[in-house]
């Protein structure tokens, strides 16, 4: 027979003090029967708060409290002498100072505890998603690129090209979030490639930043999605006014080229020749856009 009853449950947050940010990180359940405790899957969104987090092996931890709490629920009976003690048991979190109270199935609290950690603690599911251009806006680099690979007949627009010997456009980091590497070549492992072309501008506008800010994270998602480099090609007349865009991609790049400078340049056509085990690439010309 299904019996339901109220029980309070606390919040647990990860705190950073310093600058007065905190994320959920976990729920203390209070049952007649017993403390249940979960706690985040893992350390992957608290740790932004700061990288130590993610040292921690979160279920293991949230073993430790409940049966820390249950083992002094023996001398302390009473829930709210429970939910005193509980900030001096949580750390490294912090416990919130007012609970929360939840209708509670006695025949199944764990599913209680499930539904308090997927509305307080847990990512939330994408519903709405942007609706955006399937088709990359290409930059003069890009289209450069794309004549060059051309030229030694080693391009390709189908992802299954990849296993001979091309270099594929438009690459799928996660299709689901529209996320497209402007290059991907496979040399055994799979890399993937992101172009910035900053050459005339003489200032960085909002639709500038945020180019630069995409490509960036499109390399930071291809961290997953690809087990090789994630490099970026970037060119720019004035490398001044340029710099912070180049940091937004530089920052989740294992490789940074820069097309002015011919060392990098040089480094950038010996790694493609090598890519594709192809000497027929001609020089790389880049013409002023």
């Given at each position: 027979?299904?019996?339901?009853?109220f029980?309070?449950?606390?919040?647990l947050r990860?705190?950073?003090?310093?600058?007065?940010e905190?994320l959920?990180?976990?729920?203390?359940?209070?049952?007649?029967?017993g403390?249940?405790?979960?706690?985040?899957p893992?350390?992957?969104?608290?740790?932004?708060l700061?990288?130590?987090?993610?040292?921690?092996?979160?279920?293991?931890?949230?073993e430790?409290?409940?049966?820390s709490?249950n083992?002094?629920?023996?001398?302390?009976?009473?829930?709210?002498?429970?939910?005193?003690?509980?900030?001096?048991?949580?750390q490294p979190?912090?416990?919130?100072?007012e609970?929360?109270?939840?209708?509670?199935?006695?025949?199944r609290?764990?599913?209680?505890?499930d539904a308090?950690?997927?509305?307080?603690?847990?990512?939330?599911?994408?519903?709405?998603?942007?609706?955006?251009d399937?088709?990359?806006?290409?930059?003069?680099?890009t289209?450069?690129?794309?004549?060059?690979?051309?030229?030694?007949?080693?391009?390709?627009?189908?992802?299954?090209?990849l296993?001979?010997?091309?270099?594929?456009?438009?690459?799928?980091?996660?299709?689901?979030?529209?996320?497209?590497?402007?290059?991907?070549?496979?040399?055994?492992?799979?890399?993937?490639?992101?172009?910035?072309d900053?050459?005339?501008?003489?200032?960085?506008?909002?639709?500038i930043?945020?180019?630069a800010?995409?490509?960036g994270f499109?390399?930071?998602e291809?961290?997953?999605?690809?087990?090789?480099d994630?490099?970026?090609?970037v060119?720019?007349?004035?490398y001044?006014?340029?710099?912070?865009?180049?940091?937004?991609?530089e920052?989740?790049?294992?490789?940074?080229?820069?097309m002015?400078?011919?060392k990098?340049?040089?480094?950038?056509?010996?790694?493609?020749?090598?890519?594709?085990?192809?000497d027929?690439?001609?020089?790389?010309?880049?013409?002023?856009?």
């Amino acid at each position: 027979m299904k019996v339901d009853v109220f029980s309070p449950f606390v919040l647990l947050r990860a705190v950073d003090p310093v600058r007065g940010e905190s994320l959920n990180a976990g729920v203390v359940l209070f049952t007649p029967t017993g403390a249940l405790v979960a706690a985040a899957p893992d350390a992957a969104r608290i740790k932004a708060l700061h990288p130590d987090f993610v040292a921690l092996s979160m279920s293991a931890w949230a073993e430790r409290l409940q049966e820390s709490i249950n083992s002094l629920a023996k001398s302390l009976p009473e829930i709210a002498q429970q939910i005193a003690m509980l900030p001096l048991l949580c750390q490294p979190f912090v416990a919130d100072t007012e609970p929360g109270t939840t209708l509670l199935n006695l025949d199944r609290p764990q599913e209680t505890l499930d539904a308090l950690m997927a509305w307080q603690v847990l990512a939330r599911q994408v519903t709405v998603r942007a609706k955006r251009d399937r088709v990359k806006r290409q930059s003069k680099l890009t289209s450069q690129m794309r004549s060059w690979f051309r030229s030694a007949k080693v391009f390709s627009t189908n992802p299954e090209d990849l296993s001979k010997g091309r270099v594929v456009a438009n690459f799928p980091v996660d299709a689901r979030d529209d996320l497209y590497a402007d290059f991907a070549v496979k040399t055994g492992r799979l890399h993937v490639l992101e172009t910035l072309d900053l050459r005339g501008i003489d200032h960085l506008t909002p639709s500038i930043r945020g180019d630069a800010a995409v490509k960036g994270f499109t390399l930071d998602e291809a961290r997953t999605a690809v087990d090789g480099d994630r490099i970026a090609v970037v060119s720019a007349s004035n490398y001044d006014i340029a710099r912070p865009a180049i940091k937004m991609i530089e920052r989740n790049a294992t490789n940074l080229y820069v097309m002015e400078s011919p060392k990098d340049k040089q480094a950038f056509v010996d790694f493609m020749h090598q890519a594709l085990h192809n000497d027929a690439l001609p020089d790389l010309v880049l013409t002023r856009p």
